[in-house]
T-cell receptor, first 113, second 109 residues
């Protein structure tokens, strides 16, 4: 049981490039989410999903796309990376939106030059 | 939406002393609160939780206190150890909310 797996752990992009951060979970959790963490800003919610085929925006969704075609996977796409998207990204899951405790991945550090 | 926040961004504690980390929340309808610990280079991990019908809950070396009158949470760590150095977040059970900035606890030897 691997829990929440994020790939890659580190990535450097040039402005305007696109990439996808992967998040996979093997706990059969319905709820999955993406946060970004910046110094002094805490963990800000980007997008979340309450089940396969359902996604919604969080506090800071601009510049990011998500999809949820399976229960296990919740990729985060940056279509045209900007330096302001330099951050550490965390995927977090829980059994359902009404459940209480989130399980976090180890994070993906992204630098946009 | 409403969110929780922490009072102080940093806390320096002597090893062996007790630590108290404070948190204020704004949504009086929140019914469940969680404390997470984030060690350097890792994702946050669950420490302890408390329901709104409780005032206090104890775990191993940690205690969470809830004061609903003033909408305030605190996390107390007994006999703080070097391994307690981390960022601590409080959160309420709302899947649409972000977290606050957290409190960075540094343990002095």
């Amino acid at each position: 049981n691997a829990g929440v797996t994020q790939t890659p752990k580190f990535q450097v992009l040039k402005t305007g490039q696109s990439m996808t951060l992967q998040c996979a979970q093997d706990m059969n959790h319905e709820y999955m989410s993406w946060y970004r963490q910046d110094p002094g800003m805490g963990l800000r919610l980007i997008h979340y999903s309450v089940g396969a085929g359902i996604t919604d925006q969080g506090e800071v969704p601009n510049g990011y796309n998500v999809s949820r075609s399976t229960t296990e996977d919740f990729p985060l796409r940056l279509l045209s990376a900007a330096p302001s998207q330099t951050s550490v990204y965390f995927c977090a899951t829980k059994p359902g939106p009404g459940a209480n405790v989130l399980t976090f991945g180890a994070g993906s550090r992204l630098t946009v030059l | 939406g409403e969110s929780v926040g922490l009072h102080l961004p940093t806390l320096s504690v002597q090893e062996g002393d007790n630590s108290i980390i404070n948190c204020a929340y704004s949504n009086s309808a929140s019914d469940y609160f969680i404390w997470y610990k984030q060690e350097s280079g890792k994702g946050p991990q669950f420490i302890i939780d408390i329901r709104s019908n409780m005032d206090k809950r104890q775990g191993q070396r940690v205690t969470v206190l809830l004061n609903k009158t003033v909408k305030h949470l605190s996390l107390q760590i007994a006999a703080t150890q070097p391994g307690d150095s981390a960022v601590y977040f409080c959160a309420e059970n709302d899947y649409k909310l972000s977290f606050g900035a957290g409190t960075t606890v540094t343990v002095r030897a």
